[in-house]
């Protein structure tokens, strides 16, 4: 087994790119754990903050992070770990313009799912309620 990469590396790799082009970037931490819904809320609210307030970091800002959240299965729903998180963070940042994110595996598979993430930003929930989807029963029934 060959280890290529590591979750940290993947960030300051990120964190650097962005430092080239100009854009503040702030790692978090490359060793989050939870629940991958209270994880997304909680980078939601920190989304919202700078958004709204400026803080704790200044416009324009990349905020990355890393870990290995859970998910507890409560339903029969499709997804995984990162949709589930940006469904969370989506709903948390509903209507809030200039918060775009991206959640992604390293390794190219997110839970069951043929994926290995996805993008959500502030239109995300409204467009889901466009098209008839409750993006609050999609997260309690695990169909993120």
Excluded: Q, Y
């Excluded at 992604?104 to 309620?129: C, K, L």
């Amino acid at each position: 087994v060959h280890l290529i990469a590591s979750a940290g590396v993947s960030l300051e790799a990120t964190a650097a790119e962005a430092r080239r082009h100009g854009i503040e970037a702030v790692i978090l931490s490359d060793c989050i754990e939870g629940e991958a819904r209270e994880v997304g809320g909680v980078h939601a609210a920190i989304a919202r903050e700078v958004a709204t307030r400026n803080r704790p970091f200044t416009k324009p800002v990349l905020i990355l992070s890393g870990g290995e959240t859970t998910v507890t299965v409560r339903a029969k729903g499709k997804g995984g770990r990162n949709t589930e998180f940006l469904l969370a963070f989506a709903i948390g940042i509903s209507g809030i313009e200039g918060v775009h994110a991206l959640a992604a595996d390293t390794d190219g598979i997110d839970g069951s799912e043929d994926n290995a993430g996805a993008f959500a930003d502030g239109s995300t929930v409204s467009r889901m309620r466009a098209v008839g989807v409750d993006a609050k029963a999609m997260l309690a029934g695990n169909n993120a």
